[in-house]
């Protein structure tokens, strides 16, 4: 008999259908289950069983509803695709699928995505999802008429549901405590996640204000005699912990090391994905009171400077601005494809070093300029950086990540830090040198978020923040003050502040508008870092 002529009915199939998509699509869940819950007693082990049930279930009743021949098939075959590609994402480097995770894949561009995609991923994907796909559109499916077919189908739906119940009731205690606890458990259910988050994300954007809320309608820049000059540099996936000026055991920031910053060496992030922290660094409203949805449209700190009066400009070499540029002028810096550094959809950052040169003798007044760099993205960190920056070995070449040492993959993360230790530096050099001397200039540099290297499994970012190793949340920031800025501050009290208090990106939108003289009721002096330190 060909295989093609195989006959199997529509009960035992949506049977089989549901062992696989509980069992070998859901590997994230039951790790977690492995990890996190102990057998050790009779109500425990009853718990851990009941389990089974509790993800295979609801999967057994979802099938039994949509299966039919044709459409219903096709339907499977979607969901069995696409839980595969979710699968392969959360087992390999443990994240989780929410709203913020979609969100991140909607925002991203197709070089960046581009480099998720890998051998392991097709391997993967090809045997756990096309093979199993194509075995269920091959074979044929017997049907009773449909009055007893779907009378068998109520018989399924009833006992699973009564089977569901019965666990239910005898493990409630056990079940109340995940609720408590273990909440996010419910973000590595396969197949239940990536549709629900897919619509939550919709939802939010849909309750989003698409009018401008202005928060401040008249933002005022204070007199002063000097112009001031603002670079932010936004740094990219960069971790408190690897800079040697933290004292990490690497020597990451050589060049930062000679210059005469302030390091700041306690800052938390405010979320785990650029598509959140980015657009919280610019709002008024704290981390806590934060809609990521709502920030663009909502007035931020570079819409309050521009209506002050300054010219604002966003220089990209990432992935886009997440909103936070929507209405100041934009350079779209990965468009220019310079020869020498931009390769495979990618610009190396010393493209805004090149702008930055082309810039800094055009500006005359009061000016911020932000730099958002690709700095250490992964999971390509060995494209982030050119070949002479190749110090820390052996280095971990491909987006296989997890196929590498843990040593190899922090040395790769390592050398694209000593890359953006060269980027910040040789900004300060250019300050110093191509500034207009009557301009009162400062940079400001700090990342969005962490990154895990494989501690514990974790790799890469965006796990819910009551979830995330500090790897993902605490981030580097400095600041460099030109002669005439520091004439009104006094540094010394900067310097000690930066080495001894606790700061987050709260502290961005506060210390911004304060270091830009610019006056707005949306402003609190005591979340402004530099305000104490005022002369």
């Known amino acids: 008999m060909t ?199 919709h939802q939010k954007k849909a309750k989003a204000a698409r009018k401008l809320q202005i928060l401040d309608e008249k933002p005022v820049l204070q007199s002063s005699k000097q112009k001031n000059l603002i670079v932010l540099i936004i740094g990219e996936t960069a971790r408190a912990q690897n800079f040697s000026l933290n004292g990490y055991a690497h020597l990451t920031n050589p060049k930062l090391a000679k210059q005469d910053i302030v390091n700041f060496s306690h800052v938390s992030s405010c979320g785990t994905l650029t598509a959140v922290s980015l657009p919280c660094m610019f709002s008024a409203y704290s981390k806590d009171d934060f809609d990521t949805d709502d920030a663009a449209f909502v007035q931020n700190a570079l819409d309050m400077a521009q209506t002050a009066g300054y010219k604002v400009i966003w220089a990209e070499n990432d992935s886009g601005c997440k909103g936070v540029c929507n209405r100041v002028e934009k350079a779209d810096l990965t468009a220019f494809r310079t020869k020498d550094l931009c390769q495979d959809g990618f610009c190396y950052d010393e493209i805004l070093l090149q702008y930055l040169k082309q810039e800094l003798p055009k500006i005359d007044g009061n000016t911020i300029l932000v730099l958002h760099t690709i700095g250490s993205h992964g999971p390509a960190y060995y494209r982030r950086y050119p070949k002479k920056f190749d110090v820390f070995k052996p280095t971990c070449d491909t987006t296989d990540i997890q196929n590498c040492s843990q040593e190899s993959i922090v040395n790769t993360y390592d050398n694209t830090l000593l890359y953006t230790d060269y980027i910040i530096s040789s900004a300060i050099d250019l300050l110093k040198t191509e500034a207009k001397p009557d301009l009162s200039a400062l940079l400001v540099y700090v990342s969005d978020h962490g990154e895990s290297l494989g501690e514990k499994g974790s790799y890469l970012h965006g796990l819910p923040y009551a979830l995330a190793p500090e790897y993902q949340t605490k981030v580097p920031m400095l600041m460099w003050l030109s002669p005439q800025k520091q004439a009104q501050i006094d540094y010394a009290c900067l310097k000690e502040k930066a080495a001894t208090k606790n700061f987050s990106h709260d502290n961005f939108f506060h210390t911004l508008l304060g270091l830009a003289n610019v006056s707005s009721k949306t402003y609190m002096p005591q979340l402004d870092i530099v305000s104490s330190c005022l002369r």
């Open 3 to 201: 295989f093609d002529k195989r006959e199997i009915s529509s009960s035992k199939l949506i049977l089989i259908i549901s062992i696989y998509f509980s069992s070998v699509l859901n590997f994230s869940f039951w790790r977690y289950v492995v990890q996190n819950f102990d057998v050790t007693d009779f109500k425990s082990a009853l718990f851990a069983f009941s389990l089974i049930f509790f993800i295979f279930i609801p999967l057994f009743m979802l099938f039994n509803l949509i299966f039919t021949r044709k459409i219903g098939r096709i339907v499977i075959l979607i969901l069995l695709l696409c839980s595969s590609i979710a699968n392969y994402y959360m087992a390999t480097f443990n994240v989780y699928i929410n709203s913020d995770m979609v969100r991140n894949i909607a925002e991203t561009n197709f070089s960046e995505a581009s480099e998720h995609i890998s051998i392991s991923f097709w391997l993967t994907f090809i045997l756990t999802g096309v093979l199993p796909a194509f075995l269920i559109a091959k074979v044929k499916v017997v049907q009773a008429p449909f009055k007893q077919e779907l009378k068998q189908r109520l018989k399924n739906i009833l006992i699973a549901l009564l089977v569901l119940a019965l666990f239910a009731a005898s493990c409630f205690k056990q079940y109340a405590v995940i609720g408590r606890n273990h909440n996010d458990i419910t973000k590595l259910m396969n197949t239940f996640n990536y549709p629900y988050a897919i619509i939550r994300y």
